[in-house]
């Protein structure tokens, strides 16, 4: 079965300074995908981005970057000199593709940027 | 174009009472999900549409049904209310692509309180 953890439950770091989120997945099919999404204070759930098991390059996008690591089912989020509208609870989520397609997400990191 | 549209966005039961909560996209997305968020559980997974006529369990589905007649609604609904069942639910679509299904879109969240 599918299942996605993220160990941090909590973190708070000052503003400017780098932060990397954990996520570690368990999956029995070899083609998944791999998702995380930001959640504002406001409530709504924002896409971030979606990484297929088959494509393990890196990716950056502004201070955001994702590190993907098949080896260690790892699909790590870093955000590099944080702001303080980065304050927000973050999800991995997990899709392992075919007919039956379910996204199961882990609980979730709730991020700090204090300023 | 609206995406993901829940209705209602706020609701307050009484024990044992019965409702429906509508999800509607416009999208032309095959897959629907409704999930339910508690704090520090994350996003849990009730139950999921592949297409149209189609419903299927996810993680927690005891306590609710769902109902898929139009492509473009799903339903959830409580027969008979409890208090475990006050949370945020919210509800998703999902496209299906060629190579790889998109990512999911959600809608605002309905927030339900079983009194």
């Known amino acids: 079965a599918q299942k996605v953890t993220q160990a941090q439950t909590e973190i708070s770091v000052v503003e400017k300074e780098d932060v990397t989120l954990d996520c570690v997945y368990e999956t029995r099919d070899t083609t998944y995908y791999l998702f995380w999404y930001k959640q504002p204070p406001s409530g709504e759930l924002v896409f971030l981005i979606r990484r297929n098991s088959f494509d393990e390059q890196n990716e950056i996008s502004g201070r955001y970057s994702w590190n993907f690591q098949k080896s260690t089912s790892s699909f790590n989020f870093t955000i590099t000199a944080s702001q303080v509208v980065d304050s927000a609870v973050y999800f991995c989520?997990?899709?392992?593709?075919?007919?039956?397609?379910?996204?199961?997400f882990g609980k979730g990191t709730r991020l700090h940027i204090l300023p | 174009n609206a995406g993901v549209t829940q209705t209602p966005k706020f609701r307050v039961l009484k024990t044992g009472q019965s409702m429906t909560l509508l999800c509607a996209q416009d999208?032309?997305?095959?897959?629907m999900y409704w999930y339910r968020q508690d704090p520090g559980m994350g996003l849990r997974l009730i139950h999921y549409s592949v297409g149209e006529g189609t419903t299927a369990k996810g993680e927690v589905p005891d306590g609710y049904n769902v109902s898929r007649l139009k492509k473009q609604n799903f339903l959830l609904g409580l027969e008979s209310a409890a208090p475990s069942q006050t949370s945020v639910y919210f509800c998703?679509?999902?496209?299906?692509?060629?190579?790889?299904?998109?990512?999911?879109?959600f809608g605002q969240g309905t927030r339900l309180t079983v009194v």
């Open positions: 999208m032309n997305h095959e897959y």
């Open positions: 989520a997990l899709s392992e593709g075919g007919r039956d397609d379910k996204i199961i």
């Open positions: 998703a679509s999902r496209g299906q692509g060629m190579v790889v299904n998109t990512e999911a879109f």
